[in-house]
């Protein structure tokens, strides 16, 4: 059976990653530093001579945007399958999208993260509090 190698790439700089708001399912195309920060990855990898056969990225516009690139340097595109899918995006922060990093690290993940712990006769109950 041949050996799978998995490569995963994060998508480029994008304007929102520059502001330091979270993007979630918001969707900002990427910088011109994001664009060369990418087109540097692509020609590195086609350097590296190692075979590509498939590839994958979420529905997003900055995952598309970044796929694109490396085929592109790859000389790859329109020669090997690309698919992408939304089973693949980055997590929905539902109304924090595009909210400032302080924003959400202060006001939702604390929220998740938070358990209460109580005791009974069965043991400890944990509960997510809302």
Same mark, same amino acid.
């Given at each position: 059976?041949?050996?799978?190698?998995?490569?995963?790439?994060?998508?480029?700089?994008?304007?929102?990653?520059?502001?330091?708001? &979270?993007?979630? %399912?918001?969707?900002?195309?990427?910088?011109?530093?994001?664009?060369?920060?990418?087109?540097?990855?692509? +020609?590195?990898?086609?350097?590296?001579?190692?075979?590509?056969?498939? &590839?994958?990225?979420?529905?997003?516009?900055?995952? +598309?945007?970044?796929?694109?690139?490396?085929?592109?340097?790859?000389?790859?595109?329109?020669?090997?399958?690309?698919?992408?899918?939304?089973?693949?995006?980055? %997590?929905?922060?539902?109304?924090?999208?595009? &909210?400032?990093?302080?924003?959400?690290?202060?006001? #939702?993940?604390?929220?998740?993260?938070?358990?209460?712990?109580?005791?009974?006769? #069965?043991?400890?109950? %944990?509960?997510? &509090?809302?």
């Amino acid at each position: 059976m041949a050996e799978t190698k998995l490569f995963i790439i994060r998508h480029g700089k994008t304007m929102f990653n520059t502001i330091g708001r &979270a993007q979630g %399912w918001s969707d900002t195309p990427l910088t011109a530093k994001g664009e060369r920060g990418i087109r540097e990855l692509g +020609i590195g990898l086609r350097e590296s001579g190692l075979p590509f056969v498939r &590839a994958f990225s979420s529905d997003s516009g900055r995952t +598309i945007q970044t796929m694109g690139i490396i085929l592109e340097e790859l000389g790859l595109t329109g020669q090997i399958p690309y698919r992408y899918d939304k089973r693949i995006r980055e %997590w929905c922060f539902g109304s924090f999208d595009g &909210a400032y990093g302080g924003e959400l690290f202060h006001g #939702v993940i604390p929220r998740v993260l938070k358990r209460i712990i109580t005791r009974n006769s #069965v043991g400890l109950i %944990w509960r997510m &509090a809302w």
